[in-house]
């Protein structure tokens, strides 16, 4: 499968793309810093203050039951290139893509 960037500041479009050679799933994000390391997007550092943000973002619960931890997500790429030029898009891209 292909991970196609995209920019949505400034000059928007298509900037890059790359071979997704891996997906991983975790309930805690140190977890994968563990396993990654500094070939994470994030720093351990952001991770931990995410995380303890998170606690705070949780407003009233209504439902009974218990709460799901939120899924942490880590895709590893391989091939990763950058376009010599922005590619529009040919029709507005919306937030999740």
Do not use: C
């Amino acid at each position: 499968m292909k991970f196609v960037f995209y920019q949505s500041r400034e000059d928007t479009g298509y900037v890059g793309e790359a071979t997704i050679t891996a997906i991983e799933f975790s309930e805690d994000p140190l977890t994968l810093h563990k396993k990654y390391g500094n070939k994470l997007f994030l720093s351990r550092e952001e991770l931990e203050a995410y995380k303890t943000n998170q606690e705070r973002w949780s407003g009233l619960r209504i439902r009974r039951e218990p709460k799901k931890k939120r899924t942490w997500m880590a895709i590893t790429l391989d091939n990763i290139t950058q376009y010599p030029s922005i590619i529009k898009p040919e029709r507005f891209v919306p937030v999740g893509g």
